[in-house]
């Protein structure tokens, strides 16, 4: 039988001061002022036309986190930010507990606006260093420098949040074993609660893909993994999934919704959203794209929703599941797909004997074979009809 699973809140804010060359996130450089008033009023609609779709607002389903992406939020003033907490809340209650997450890009942020976001609700802030490396940053059409991203790191620190993460990637253009290391040695030393630090991909639609830089071999980026990785667990970090490092207790726990299947709205240009009901209905939805057509009031703020047909949810699970190296419970299958166990037999017993899953009882556990075999694992539950 299905459960509806925590419920949390992605909001997308779409605009930046200009799109780096690596991103294909839903971001548009800044053409002019952000019309960040109609923004919020749209965002607040959207909410409103979500809950009343969902009957989500009679507090059966307090909202467990709040994670605000973009693009770059902190280009929205703690003012605006703060409207937009508070009226979310008067429309569908907050968890005693709630994780509240803006992003902030370290090249927007002034001497006190971090303060201030925490004044108006904010408890965790995401910043986007991505290197300390001045000529790296450039590489990247980062618009903040070195000191710039350490400073940021030591405003968060004085803040006085829940908890603030650093995002970092490896396997940058030209890096070196050395530069990369050198890298992931400030961040700890700047003694974030979390790291996010993962390996820069080439995605398509993004200017590296049409113009590819040269990037790390193989060999230097398992040694870069390897050694950083041991770098992390001296520091006291503990790696809880695929790229997310953190002290111990203080993990992202919106993401952690998302990997284990929870719900989610999404409100804001191009926002996804995954909403479970009892009768085991689970419905995927798309916000619309760009701004001007968000903004539009003659335009509904919804471009596409989808059903997950049963079919398709074992796969969906284990694409979230497996991002984790935290066990899986064997009832969170059932409990977030509606499907019984049986429907799965075959695909489980078959991982069992590849050696990528182990049975603990109650609960699967990937190995460390299957963490190098993932695609094959999740292959396995693919739909072939």
């Not at 009226?87 to 005693?96: H, N, S, T, Y």
């Not at 959203?273 to 509904?300: C, E």
Request: hydrophobic share 35%; glycine share 6%.
């Amino acid at each position: 039988m299905l459960v509806p699973p925590p419920l949390s809140l992605y909001v997308h804010i779409p605009w930046c001061v200009q799109k780096c060359p690596y991103c294909d996130f839903n971001s548009h450089a800044l053409k002019a002022d952000i019309p960040e008033l109609d923004y919020i009023d749209a965002l607040l609609e959207d909410l409103d036309t979500d809950l009343a779709a969902y009957r989500l607002a009679n507090g059966d389903r307090p909202l467990h986190s709040i994670f605000i992406g973009g693009g770059t939020p902190s280009l929205i003033s703690p003012e605006e930010i703060g409207r937009l907490l508070r009226e979310i809340q008067a429309r569908i209650p907050f968890a005693d507990n709630i994780e509240i997450t803006m992003e902030a890009n370290p090249g927007t942020v002034e001497a006190d606006r971090f303060k201030a976001y925490r004044a108006v609700g904010v408890n965790r802030i995401s910043i986007g260093i991505q290197s300390f490396q001045d000529d790296k940053l450039k590489r990247l059409g980062r618009i903040h420098g070195s000191r710039e991203a350490v400073r940021a790191a030591q405003l968060a620190q004085e803040a006085g949040l829940n908890s603030f993460n650093l995002d970092l990637m490896h396997g940058l253009p030209d890096q070196s074993i050395d530069d990369a290391l050198s890298d992931l040695k400030q961040a700890i030393a700047l003694d974030p609660p979390h790291l996010s630090w993962y390996q820069l991909t080439i995605e398509p639609n993004t200017l590296f893909y049409s113009k590819p830089p040269t990037l790390p071999d193989d060999d230097d980026l398992w040694d870069i993994f390897e050694q950083g990785h041991q770098l992390l667990r001296e520091a006291g970090y503990v790696q809880y999934e695929i790229s997310g490092y953190s002290k111990p207790g203080v993990q992202c726990r919106h993401n952690l919704n998302y990997w284990r299947f929870g719900d989610y709205l999404g409100i804001g240009c191009g926002a996804h959203g995954k909403i479970s009901f009892a009768d085991g209905t689970i419905t995927r939805t798309v916000k619309v794209k760009h701004p001007r057509g968000y903004l539009n009031p003659q335009k509904p703020y919804l471009d596409q929703q989808t059903q997950v047909a049963d079919s398709e949810r074992p796969f969906e699970f284990f694409m979230n599941r497996f991002r984790l190296l935290e066990a899986c419970p064997k009832q969170d299958f059932v409990e977030r797909t509606g499907l019984p166990l049986s429907a799965i037999d075959a695909s489980i017993n078959w991982a069992l004997a590849q050696n990528y899953l182990a049975d603990r009882g109650n609960e699967w556990q990937i190995t460390e074979h299957g963490k190098l075999f993932l695609n094959d694992l999740l292959a396995a539950f693919v739909d072939e009809d």
